[in-house]
């Protein structure tokens, strides 16, 4: 029994699967109809787009778009995410990896936390020396930084209220 749920959980995880984008959420982020005519939301593998608010957030959600926008792709699914998104590796234009093309182009991190991809980290060292996209800023900040320190505010907000709250003369 062990040996078939085995068998399928590797063939959902490594099955190439044919969709077409319809949505792009942000940098890293796509919306896929599948053949079903179902949706997937897809967190691209291997790479960390600026978030949003981040500066060159909306120019990597740009180039993203600009990329696989409409199109039909294919995709391998890795896993999921702890927000229930797929994570997957997204091919467009016949063999481009859409994850290497945002960081060769300077539009993302190479998410080395989740990769043992080392041709990733090469092209994110050439787009840094080129000060390509987002490395055009000498400040340029990764999103899991930018993330902490909205946390640590955040945290540091609630502790001031709750302090002026149990001390109103402060």
């Not at 079903?36 to 959600?61: H, I, M, S, W, Y």
């Not at 999921?80 to 300077?106: N, Q």
């Not at 907000?157 to 109103?168: C, F, G, M, R, V």
């Amino acid at each position: 029994m062990m040996c078939v749920l085995l068998f399928f959980a590797s063939m959902w995880v490594f099955s190439q699967i044919k969709a077409k984008i319809i949505g792009i959420k942000d940098g890293d982020t796509v919306v896929a109809l599948l053949a079903d005519k179902t949706q997937e939301t897809l967190r691209l593998a291997e790479v960390d787009c600026p978030e949003k608010k981040q500066p060159f957030g909306n120019n990597a959600k740009q180039f993203t778009s600009s990329k696989v926008f409409g199109k039909e792709v294919i995709f391998y699914r890795i896993k999921k995410d702890r927000y229930r998104r797929t994570i997957a590796k997204i091919f467009y234009d016949d063999d481009k990896y859409l994850s290497a093309e945002i960081i060769k182009s300077g539009y993302g991190w190479w998410y080395f936390k989740a990769s043992k991809n080392l041709q990733l980290k090469e092209y994110e060292i050439l787009a840094k020396k080129k000060k390509r996209g987002l490395w055009a800023d000498k400040n340029a900040i990764s999103p899991w930084d930018f993330r902490k320190i909205k946390i640590e505010k955040s945290k540091a907000a609630k502790l001031k209220i709750k302090t002026s709250e149990l001390n109103p003369e402060v």
